[in-house]
């Protein structure tokens, strides 16, 4: 009584909750493995394939199947060892029962089977059994095959022997998520298949093997690369013209933990950017770390020792030469192999090592510096490029200290076309990068003055993937958004003193507009890419269409919404007969209508390519994206008991245009050719009110893919920028509104 005139309550022993192993994970599953969303679905499956990746690194894997299968459920096959199936001598049930139910129980903790490993928490494979909702587990060993089976987290079906193996082991996981913890639901091609190729890079010799059966759409593909990291800096560099061939060198050294292993592949590119690309025992370590601190400091002085010594750098210029300039157009991979990592967090995006930091200092100021002294032609052109790049640096800092005298980028002086708003709070503040200032009049007349801020920018900005930062600074519409945004620039950066915390893009549906937001979102990835990671960056989506219809109005974002719209209306009451002459229900007439209105857009694509669409389909041989969607369409309008012959000369056009003029009847259709078409109330009420509106959030889910496209569709390469167009020109419906 007294504890509860006290405040405590009914709060005693009673209350402390002991969560322990399986319900523990399953209780917190986020502290394991990061998130319950599109993150962590897909790091279960790292966590099984990483297993398969460790018996590589010991020397006795050689091949692994991944496979997305057709109930959803993912199966992981490796041909290592197999998992321990004899009795565990404390715990007195199986090893594998042990490996996959207890937390922190594995073969890699003393270090006697894996000199090093990924998953040193030694919670992976049962995380992924506590998430599941069942997992099987087949191990071929000893000349047996042994099956075990499992419900989140708990055994079904013990350890049991099911078959012979003869000399064969190896170890096939398949489970299936629990649906009742994430909330997505289907792993995605894209994403697998980055990590899968970047582990087959990082572990030459071996093969990886991915298919996913799930759904109408199978996708296959084998990484296997006998060049290793050599290899992935070619394929990160697709796209870009090299000015230096592949430099390779590793090495190792005793460390206080054991041996420590370094592997390094560079080359320099004419692009502006840098990538730099860290591992350790094949874990991503996104944030760096020492190995990668290292890495530089040792770039730094062998360039600059190298420079001094062969005269190629004047001394006035020794001094001002930065790491950065050193580093420009530079692509590189650093992965070691450390016996026992210590990373920062769970999650696994720094190492923390000290003495890797050394170790890897000490390779590559070695093997460069030998390899400038055998290859003086090609120190001479990455010193030339470093020059270059100190003298825009400087360039653009003078520019920079100009035009912060004159007030332009000084935090004190907002630029003058920027209409702020009065909320000084960063997280409750918006942004709207608005395209020209007609449009830019309506925004501001019509946003909610607290917390939206208009900044609207007349033409189109510099393309950065092509400019160095000298150019870029000179250019006043990004001078003014640099100002705007708050972070500063390039050394003077600071992500946490942006002013908003969305900023956001809006242009018009147009050709004009989407180049436009290519070059913002271009700039905003290549300079300030934080804002990206931080998930501060979206687009607006103005509507392109408005419907009136009695007196009612609806605004529709897309051409394919205002096709839906007109079959459902059309529908409503005209009725559909199949080639039977028999009814069809409103749902399959609306589906009919759908894939007719998709054939119809893909033969005028088709068409505009100066092919005829008849001729590929007829055409048992015809390749390339334009037959092969026509003839996909085609199959499936075969379900419907239509061919070819129904759409070319017969009735499927009339009944698709009878069926969209029907739906036309008492609609007035405006389409906007632009923002600033739009009144103020009309653009706010449509694009820029929290309670309707519908933006975009630009996220970066695979930074290799994403560099590779910007590279390609901005960069300085003709050739394999006219190749995407061509192959990729079918698959775009709405290419100028």
Known sequence: MAEEQQ???????????????????????????????????HHLVYEVVDNSIDEALAGYCSMIDVIVNADGSLTVQDNGRGIPVDMHPTQHKPAIEVVLTVLHAGGKFDGSNYKVSGGLHGVGVSCVNALSDWMKVEVKRGGKVHRIEFSRGHVTKPLEVVGECGDETGT??????????????????????????????????????????????????????DGGIDEFVGYLNTNKKSISPVIHF??????????????????????????EQTYCNNIHTVEGGTHLSGFRRALTSTIKSYGEANKL???????????????????????????????????????GNGEVDGIVAGIVSDKLMTFFEENPSVAKIVIE???????????????????????VMDGLSLPGKLRDCSERDPSKTELYLVEGDSAGGSAQTGRDRATQAILPLRGKILNVEKARIDRILANQEIRTMITAIGCGYAEEWDVSKARYHKIVIMTDADVDGAHIRTLLLTFFYRKMPELIEKGYVYLAQPPLYKVERKKKVEYVLTDGELTQKLLTLGLDDFEVKGKDGQPMDKERAKELMTLLAEIEATSKLVEERGFSPEALVKDESAQGSGA???KKEFQSLSAYGYGPEDWFGGPLPKL?????????????????????????????????????????????????????????????????RRKFIEDNALNVRNLDF
């Not at 649906?179 to 997505?184: D, G, R």
């Not at 470093?386 to 004159?406: C, P, Q």
């Not at 906007?672 to 309670?691: I, Q, R, V, W």
């Open 172 to 225: 096939r996981v398949t489970f299936f998520p629990d649906h009742t913890i994430f909330s997505c639901r289907a792993f995605k091609w894209e994403i697998l298949c980055a990590r899968l190729r970047e582990l087959a890079f990082l572990n030459k010799g071996v093969t990886i093997h991915f298919r996913d059966d799930e759904g109408e759409a199978h996708h296959e593909d084998t990484f296997h690369y």
């Open 385 to 407: 490029k470093t020059l270059l790049a100190a003298r825009a640096r400087e360039a653009a800092r003078a520019a920079r200290e100009s035009t912060r005298r004159k007030g």
């Open 250 to 275: 590793e090495g190792q050294k005793e460390g206080t933990t054991g041996m420590v292993q370094a592997e390094v592949s560079l080359q320099y590119t004419d692009s502006y950017s840098t990538i």
């Open 628 to 630: 092969s969607m026509l």
């Open 7 to 41: 405040g405590v309550g009914n709060y005693n022993a009673e209350n402390i909750q002991v969560l322990e192993g399986m319900e523990a994970v399953r209780k917190r599953p986020a502290m394991y493995i990061g998130d319950t969303g599109e993150r962590g679905y």
């Open 656 to 720: 698709l245009d009878d069926v969209r003029a029907h739906g036309k009847v008492g609609l007035s259709i405006y389409r906007f050719k632009g923002l600033g078409e739009m009144d103020a109330d009309e653009l706010y009420d449509t694009t820029m009110n929290p309670a309707k509106r519908r933006m975009l959030r630009v996220k970066l889910s695979d930074a290799v893919a994403a560099d590779q496209m910007f590279s390609l569709l901005m960069g300085d390469e003709v050739e394999p």
């Open 313 to 351: 750098i004047k001394e006035k210029e020794f001094a001002t030469l930065t790491g950065d300039d050193m580093r420009e157009g530079l692509t590189v991979i650093v992965s070691v192999k450390v016996p026992q990592p210590q990373f920062e967090g769970q999650t696994k995006t720094k190492l």
